[in-house]
């Protein structure tokens, strides 16, 4: 299984940007779908962004396309998730995931979850 670890979260201002990265260990994880989700307080974990194996493919969120950049590099084993022109309802932990199974369901079916990173936007 892939171990996750977030980081780059924080506070920022309504409009801000922020970078998230997801280290991860593992040979797989240049062979696997990785993906970002978000869990605001009292709701369900959402679908953010994916990311094929070889990057070659993304799909986002309606709420955040335009505004967030999901990327990878394997050669780091690390996908990143670029959040420009943030907003209050951005609000929520963010968690990777790996080798990413179903995404448009609730709750999502990924097999390997990070810790979280908190982003909090403020107006």
């Known amino acids: 299984q892939v171990q996750l670890v977030e980081s780059g979260g924080g506070l920022v201002q309504a409009g801000g940007s922020l970078r998230l990265s997801c280290a991860a260990s593992g040979r797989a994880f240049s062979s696997i779908t990785m993906g970002w989700f978000r869990q605001a307080p009292g709701k369900e974990r959402e679908f953010v962004a994916v990311?094929?194996?070889?990057?070659?493919?993304?799909y986002y969120a309606d709420s955040v396309k335009g505004r967030f950049t999901i990327s990878r590099d394997n050669a780091k084993n690390t996908v990143y998730l670029q959040m420009n022109s943030l907003k209050p309802e951005d609000t929520a932990v963010y968690y990777c995931?790996?080798?990413?199974?179903?995404?448009?369901?609730?709750?999502?079916?990924?097999?390997?979850w990070g810790q979280g990173t908190q982003v909090t936007v403020s107006s």
């Open positions: 990311i094929s194996w070889n990057g070659g493919g993304t």
């Open positions: 995931g790996a080798d990413v199974q179903q995404f448009a369901i609730v709750p999502p079916r990924v097999n390997s």
